[in-house]
């Protein structure tokens, strides 16, 4: 009873190894230096459903386990400077060492422009340089232009309507209302935010 046993569990491994593939290998480049965190995907050839991927370790190594009843599979290699390899294997236990070349990568250019405004919970920090013109010469021929910002004849400034009981400069209320002295005698190229 026990060896009927014993065979039943024997052809039942069996029959699940059967289907079971491994693909191991080493992935260099062009003077046989290992590569090590390049990925490698394996999927049906048919379907490009991934069966499994793994990334190589120091030494380029890779190893894949999948179970698969296709009779051929692909294998994708991806890394940053290596571009894309892709190549259609039988779908069998093998080991298969890969070379790659180097590739450039042309990244898309990109630009980065600053905010006119930002925004800082109950603090709006204007950029001067975005509202700055050849024609202006102080601070406050800047302060006119900014959105929400009134300066009278006499250079009080308003805000929304209300004037303002506070100027400071470099975090700092060093004129104590008399801000004037500050707006009609800054240059604008001294000053990077309002």
């Not at 001067?128 to 250079?155: H, Q, R, Y």
């Not at 009981?165 to 209320?173: G, R």
Request: aromatic share 8%; net charge neutral; glycine share 6%.
């Amino acid at each position: 009873m026990r060896s009927i046993c014993f065979i039943f569990l024997l052809l039942s491994f069996c029959a699940q190894l059967h289907g079971q593939i491994k693909i191991e290998g080493k992935i260099t480049n062009h003077s046989k230096t290992p590569l090590q965190g390049i990925n490698v995907i394996l999927s049906n050839k048919n379907q490009n459903n991934i069966l499994t991927y793994t990334l190589t370790d120091k030494n380029g190594r890779y190893e894949l386990i999948c179970q698969s009843n296709a009779d051929s599979l692909q294998i994708t290699l991806t890394g940053f400077e290596y571009g894309k390899t892709i190549r259609i294997i039988p779908a069998k236990s093998q080991t298969i060492d890969f070379e790659l070349e180097t590739q450039q990568v042309v990244l898309k250019e990109v630009s980065v422009a600053t905010p006119s405004i930002e925004d800082k919970g109950d603090t709006l920090s204007y950029l001067v340089a975005k509202f700055a013109t050849e024609n202006d010469k102080v601070i406050e021929d800047v302060l006119k232009k900014l959105p929400g910002i009134e300066v009278s004849e006499s250079g009080q400034i308003s805000f929304q309507g209300k004037p303002i009981n506070k100027f400071y400069i470099e975090n700092m209320d060093l004129l104590k209302g008399r801000y004037t002295l500050a707006t009609k005698n800054i240059s604008l190229k001294d000053v990077a935010t309002v």
